[in-house]
């Protein structure tokens, strides 16, 4: 659901520190917003305050939003510190084998570039076939 953020209240949080957000803030320029916010029915964040800083520091006046409603406090608590805590960063070898296949998505060699070639034109040669049929 898209929601106004200027509606979202933000009540007393664990995480103090945001760190750096131009990585996010970036990510959000390139990508839009991957994963809503979580808000419960009164609009009070429960998860996703990074996210809404760096769309409100882009100038950003709407946010997509997951809205949950008859949740307790202790839901909404343990729902935040879950959130932050269930993240698993890639490891370096993961981190490794992702880049090198996106630069062969970015870069294919000689024989993938024919092939995609060779299939552009007979697809082309298919539909003006039986486009003139």
């Keep these: 659901m898209l ?7 933000i009540k ?8 750096d957000l131009e990585a996010l803030k970036n ?3 390139i990508y839009g917003l991957l994963n809503p916010i979580t808000l419960n029915s009164k609009y ?12 409100k520091q882009l100038g950003w006046t709407n946010i997509n939003a ?11 608590l343990e729902m935040e510190l879950e959130e932050n805590n ?16 996106l630069e062969k998505l970015r870069n294919p060699g000689f024989w993938q570039r024919l092939w995609k070639l060779i299939q552009k034109l ?9 486009k003139n049929k």
Excluded: H, P
């Design 3 to 9: 929601i106004n953020i200027e509606d979202i209240k």
């Design 12 to 19: 007393k949080r664990v995480r103090k520190d945001l760190g």
């Design 27 to 29: 990510s959000l320029r």
């Design 44 to 55: 009070e964040l429960i998860a996703g305050e990074r996210r809404l800083q760096a769309a």
């Design 66 to 76: 997951v809205i949950l409603s008859n949740i307790s406090d202790v839901d909404e």
């Design 86 to 101: 269930q993240r698993k960063e890639f490891t370096d070898q993961e981190l490794l084998e992702g880049y090198r296949r």
């Design 122 to 130: 007979f697809s082309g040669l298919k539909n003006l076939i039986f």
